[in-house]
Antibody, heavy 120, light 107 residues
Framework: QVQLVQSGAEVKKPGASVKVSCKTS????????MNWVRQAPGQGLEWVGW????????NYAQKFQGRVTMTRDTSISTAYMEVSRLRSDDTAVYYC?????????????WGQGTLVTVSS | DIQMTQSPSTLSASVGDRVTITCRAS??????LAWYQQTPGKAPKLLIY???SLESGVPSRFGGSGSGTEFTLTISSLQPDDFATYYC?????????FGGGTKVEIK
């Protein structure tokens, strides 16, 4: 069965960076785009971007351009998202979210989420 | 960016009720709309894609309709598992954007 297992919760200071991993299994990693979606506490969903696991080419929401880097390691079927210059409003649960057969832009498999807390 | 506006933000209903949630896009997105259900502490779950196509395994009491700028999610007979927050998402253009959510509460 398809599984996306994310790295554990992180606490970071403002200005620091965080790198979240998403290890996948149960499907061919290079066949499906990987989205990253975040959710601030008590808030809605926000798309951060996606990565084409075949080419490694990313597509970031303009809001995150210059602060987010998405990469992947096909040898271990793992996607990564790094956020730099963290601010308090980056505190959120970050989900990796696999694109579906219908469209890479809709998700039918999600990781369990990684809580990133930014606090001085 | 395309803005997605859901209404209502909160809805109180009883088991067995028919429930309708509306999602409006700030510009036409054709039929490129998905609906998700999220319960507290869990990741969202895909219910509907392309405005009206039911995801495999999703009960048939869930239905979606609409095109252009106005869409609806209908639950024909609310069940205990359906008390959750529902989000619409457009995938017509980047950045992908979500509605603010509709929380369905027990009346």
């Amino acid at each position: 069965q398809v599984q996306l297992v994310q790295s554990g919760a992180e606490v970071k200071k403002p200005g620091a960076s965080v790198k979240v991993s998403c290890k996948t299994s149960g499907y061919t990693f290079t066949d499906y785009y990987m989205n990253w979606v975040r959710q601030a506490p008590g808030q809605g969903l926000e798309w951060v971007g996606w990565i084409n696991p075949n080419s490694g080419g990313p597509n970031y929401a303009q809001k995150f351009q210059g602060r987010v880097t998405m990469t992947r390691d096909t040898s271990i079927s793992t996607a990564y998202m790094e956020v730099s210059r963290l601010r308090s409003d980056d505190t959120a649960v970050y989900y990796c979210a696999r694109g579906s057969l219908y469209s890479s832009s809709i998700v039918n498999y999600w990781g369990q989420g990684t809580l990133v807390t930014v606090s001085s | 960016d395309i803005q997605m506006t859901q209404s209502p933000s909160t809805l109180s209903a009883s088991v067995g009720d028919r429930v309708t949630i509306t999602c409006r896009a700030s510009q036409s997105i054709s039929g490129w709309l998905a609906w998700y259900q999220q319960t507290p502490g869990k990741a969202p779950k895909l219910l509907i894609y392309k405005a009206s196509s039911l995801e495999s395994g999703v009960p048939s009491r869930f239905g979606g309709s609409g095109s252009g700028t106005e869409f609806t999610l209908t639950i024909s007979s609310l069940q205990p598992d359906d008390f959750a927050t529902y989000y619409c998402q457009q995938y017509n253009s980047f950045p992908l954007t979500f509605g603010g959510g509709t929380k369905v509460e027990i009346k």
